[in-house]
């Protein structure tokens, strides 16, 4: 069945012709009539046909887009969870594979754990020269623009997880990177479940030791969750949109406070009742001048850095 003739059936219809022809070897047309069924409606069914279809036509990072859409249906079972980790191990994004290896079930770690290191072994093998250039480039992160860092920041997501660590605790005490980068490298540490101490230099210029595994990601923080729940607040008063763009900015300045956010927060109320006077150019309200210099030091640093 070609492509135009699958244009005017239905999702089930194309779903049931995408199995016949995957059941005779017909991945071309069956990856046809996945594509127009995904279109209709974005079901995992679908997902998982797609992310198989493609790998098998070795269209790996295509497969990849699609299988991150719906990433959380191939974490529920073992054989799916294989064939996601697989798929990212191929395109080399080892610290993802880190990252999924966390939540996974205990009893299926150990299998998985020597999955990883062996297609990093494999790339370190066939790849020397390239990650000997990834890694030189992280650890000099701070030599180029906030646009190079997060180019460079990308590529070192394909980096073994070994390299990684030693860049980034460089990277957590260069004085001339910006905090955001900093920070994203700090978070990345927690995501990867880091249980050896590092030294980071914080908000306020001072290195501080943490353990990125005993960390806390900013959205179960309490202090951000009690400033995003007062801002929610004023909703009726402007407008969902505006609350939305503001949770955004407040993400954003706070990350940079990352991990001590009651660093520059003592009053949720007071803060976010400052933030939204300062955006509307109203009267301040009454606060600590301590938090008020600390919300006004980090929208400034944030302007710099977006700038």
């Given at each position: 069945?070609?492509?135009?003739?699958?244009?005017d059936?239905?999702?089930?219809?194309?779903?049931?012709?995408?199995?016949?022809?995957?059941?005779?070897?017909?991945?071309?047309?069956?990856?046809?009539?996945l594509?127009?069924?995904?279109?209709?409606?974005?079901?995992?069914?679908?997902?998982?046909?797609?992310?198989?279809?493609?790998?098998?036509?070795?269209?790996?990072?295509?497969a990849?887009?699609?299988?991150?859409?719906?990433?959380?249906?191939?974490?529920?079972?073992?054989?799916?969870?294989?064939?996601?980790?697989?798929?990212?191990?191929?395109n080399?994004?080892?610290?993802?594979?880190?990252?999924?290896?966390?939540?996974?079930?205990?009893?299926?770690?150990?299998?998985?754990?020597?999955?990883?290191?062996?297609?990093?072994?494999?790339?370190?093998?066939?790849?020397?020269q390239?990650?000997?250039?990834?890694?030189?480039?992280?650890?000099?992160?701070?030599?180029?623009?906030?646009?190079?860092?997060?180019?460079?920041?990308?590529?070192?997501?394909?980096?073994?997880?070994?390299?990684?660590?030693?860049?980034?605790?460089?990277?957590?005490?260069?004085?001339?990177?910006?905090?955001?980068?900093?920070?994203?490298?700090?978070?990345?540490?927690?995501?990867?479940?880091?249980?050896?101490?590092?030294?980071?230099?914080?908000?306020?210029?001072?290195?501080?030791?943490?353990?990125?595994?005993?960390?806390?990601?900013?959205?179960?923080?309490?202090?951000?969750?009690?400033?995003?729940?007062?801002?929610?607040?004023?909703?009726?008063?402007?407008?969902?949109?505006?609350?939305?763009?503001?949770?955004?900015?407040?993400?954003?300045?706070?990350?940079?406070?990352?991990?001590?956010?009651?660093?520059?927060?003592?009053?949720?109320?007071?803060?976010?009742?400052?933030?939204?006077?300062?955006?509307?150019?109203?009267?301040?309200?009454?606060?600590?001048?301590?938090?008020a210099?600390?919300?006004?030091?980090?929208?400034?640093?944030?302007?710099?850095?977006?700038?």
């Amino acid at each position: 069945m070609t492509a135009e003739s699958n244009q005017d059936l239905s999702y089930d219809a194309l779903v049931t012709r995408a199995k016949e022809a995957i059941n005779n070897n017909m991945l071309d047309q069956a990856l046809d009539s996945l594509i127009l069924a995904y279109q209709i409606e974005q079901t995992i069914v679908v997902n998982h046909l797609l992310v198989t279809v493609l790998i098998a036509q070795n269209q790996y990072q295509e497969a990849q887009m699609y299988a991150d859409e719906c990433l959380d249906s191939y974490l529920k079972n073992q054989q799916d969870a294989q064939m996601y980790l697989e798929l990212i191990l191929h395109n080399h994004y080892f610290l993802n594979a880190w990252e999924i290896l966390v939540g996974l079930p205990k009893e299926w770690q150990n299998y998985f754990l020597a999955m990883i290191e062996k297609a990093e072994n494999d790339y370190r093998s066939a790849q020397a020269q390239t990650i000997k250039t990834v890694a030189r480039h992280f650890y000099h992160l701070s030599d180029g623009n906030l646009a190079d860092q997060q180019k460079r920041l990308l590529a070192a997501n394909k980096l073994p997880r070994d390299e990684y660590v030693v860049g980034a605790k460089f990277i957590l005490q260069d004085p001339f990177l910006t905090q955001m980068s900093r920070v994203s490298v700090l978070d990345q540490l927690r995501r990867l479940n880091i249980t050896e101490s590092v030294q980071f230099i914080n908000l306020t210029a001072e290195v501080v030791t943490v353990v990125p595994a005993e960390l806390q990601d900013i959205f179960s923080d309490k202090i951000y969750q009690e400033v995003i729940s007062v801002l929610k607040g004023y909703e009726k008063e402007l407008g969902s949109d505006m609350i939305h763009g503001l949770s955004e900015q407040i993400q954003l300045l706070l990350m940079l406070a990352y991990p001590d956010l009651a660093l520059v927060i003592e009053d949720a109320t007071s803060w976010v009742k400052g933030l939204i006077a300062e955006t509307f150019s109203l009267p301040l309200p009454l606060e600590s001048e301590n938090q008020a210099f600390w919300r006004q030091k980090l929208q400034k640093n944030l302007i710099n850095i977006l700038n």
